[in-house]
C-alpha cells in the first residue's frame, strides 16, 4: 500500500497527479481546502493505492517469500472507508455548484456576469404607465393666456392654417378685435395664404422680416385684444434660422410662444424639434395638429408629462375656425384613450 498527499489548484488536477503516479486504481482518502488569501486557494488530497507503481496494474505485485499478505481486519476495512465516504460526501458538494478552487471560482463569475450582460441587452425595455396615471401625476394643458401669441415649429407643421383657426374663432365666434401678423417672408405664398383668411374675417395683417419692422406692427396693432404672429417653418436642425427668429421675437414683451407639432409624429421626433427649438427660443405651450391623420394619439399625454410643456389647443383637419379645440387634461385624455376622429368633439 502506497499513501501520498497532492497540492494543486483544482480537484481536477489534484487527481490527475494521483492517476499519474498511483495508478487508476487509486483510492481518494481525504480532501482539504488550501487558502492563500481571500481569493487564490487550492485542494491538497490523500490518496492510496495498493498497487506498486512500478508493477503493471494487471499484473500482483511481487511476493519473494511466496507468501499471501495478510487480510485486512474488519477494522481496518472501515477504518480506510470512512474518509472514503467523506470525500464522496464533499465530490457531491462540490457538484452541487460550490467551487472551492478560486480558478473554477473566478470562471463561473465571469459567466455569471457575461450572461446577465446578455439578459439585460436582450430584455425587453420595460411598459411605459398607463395613460390615466401619467394624467394623474402631470400638468398636461394650460389655457392660453398672452395677448401676443407666436407659433413657432417645423416646415409642415401647419401653424399658418392654426394662426388662421385661432384668429377666426376669437374674432367670429368670441369677438375679439384680433390682429395677424406673419415673419413668413421664406415660404412661397406664406403671405398671402394668411392674407386670404385676414380678409374674411376681417382681421389687420403687417409682414415683418425683422425685429424693427415686428415691433411697428405691434404698435399698430395697440387696439387689438390678441395678436397671433405665423412665422417660417424650418428645420429644428437649422440653428441660423432658429437663432434669426429668437433675436426678431425678442422685440415682443410678455410674448407667449407655442410650439406647433404634428401629432403623427414619433415621439423621438417631438423630443429633438422640442429641445432644439428650446435651446433658441422661449416655449410655453406644445400645439397638436393633424390629429385626424394619426393613428395613435397617446403622445397627446405622454409628451406633455415628458416634455414638462402644457398643451392649450389641439387641431384636426383644414376647416377654419371649427377644427379647432381648446384643451383641459380631462378632454386631452379622453383624446388620448380613444384616438378620437375628427368632428367627433365639438369646439
Given amino acids: 500500500m502506497r499513501v501520498a498527499k497532492y497540492k494543486a489548484a483544482n480537484m481536477r488536477d489534484a487527481l490527475a497527479q494521483a492517476k499519474r503516479e498511483l495508478g487508476e486504481h487509486a483510492i481518494i482518502l481525504s480532501t482539504r481546502e488550501l487558502r492563500r488569501g481571500v481569493v487564490d486557494a ?108 407666436a407659433l413657432i415649429g417645423p416646415t409642415g407643421a401647419g401653424k399658418t392654417t392654426t394662426v388662421a383657426k385661432l384668429a377666426a374663432r376669437a374674432a367670429l365666434v368670441r369677438g375679439f378685435r384680433v390682429g395677424l401678423i406673419t415673419l413668413d417672408d421664406y415660404r412661397v405664398g406664406g403671405e398671402e395664404q394668411l392674407r386670404v383668411y385676414a380678409e374674411l374675417i376681417p382681421a389687420p395683417l403687417f409682414l415683418a422680416t425683422n425685429r424693427i ?58 423630443d429633438q424639434a422640442t429641445a432644439r427649438y428650446r435651446s433658441a427660443l422661449s416655449v410655453d405651450r406644445l400645439l397638436f395638429t393633424k390629429l385626424d391623420e394619426a393613428d395613435d394619439l397617446a403622445q397627446l399625454v405622454r409628451a406633455p408629462a415628458r416634455l414638462g410643456l402644457p398643451v392649450a389647443h389641439l387641431t384636426m383637419g383644414q376647416a377654419v375656425p371649427e377644427d379647432l379645440e381648446d384643451v383641459d387634461d380631462a378632454a386631452l385624455l379622453d383624446y388620448a384613450l380613444h384616438n378620437r376622429p375628427a368632428g367627433s368633439r365639438t369646439a
Avoid: F, W
Wanted: aromatic share 2%; glycine share 4%; proline share 9%.
Fill in 213 to 270: 419692422e415686428l415691433a411697428r406692427a405691434l404698435h399698430s396693432l395697440v387696439d387689438c385684444d390678441l395678436v397671433y404672429v405665423d412665422t417660417s417653418g424650418r428645420s429644428p436642425r437649422d440653428q441660423l434660422a432658429q437663432s434669426e427668429l429668437a433675436s426678431t421675437l425678442s422685440a415682443i414683451e410678455g410674448l407667449e410662444t407655442h410650439l406647433v407639432l404634428p401629432a403623427p409624429s414619433a415621439p423621438a421626433y417631438m
Fill in 42 to 149: 487550492g485542494i491538497e488530497i490523500t490518496a492510496v493505492t495498493e498497487v506498486d507503481q512500478a508493477t503493471d496494474a494487471e499484473t500482483p505485485p511481487a511476493n519473494p517469500s511466496g507468501t499471501q499478505p495478510p487480510a485486512l481486519a474488519e477494522a481496518d476495512v472501515e477504518r480506510i472507508m470512512a474518509p472514503l465516504r467523506s470525500e464522496l460526501r464533499a465530490l457531491r458538494t462540490m457538484a452541487r455548484g460550490n467551487p472551492t478552487d478560486s480558478a473554477a471560482l473566478r470562471h463561473e463569475l465571469a459567466e455569471l456576469k457575461r450572461s446577465i450582460d446578455a439578459l439585460g441587452a436582450g430584455a425587453a425595455a420595460p411598459a411605459p404607465p398607463p395613460l390615466e396615471q401619467v394624467a394623474r401625476t402631470a400638468r398636461l394643458t394650460a389655457r392660453s393666456s398672452g395677448r401676443v401669441v
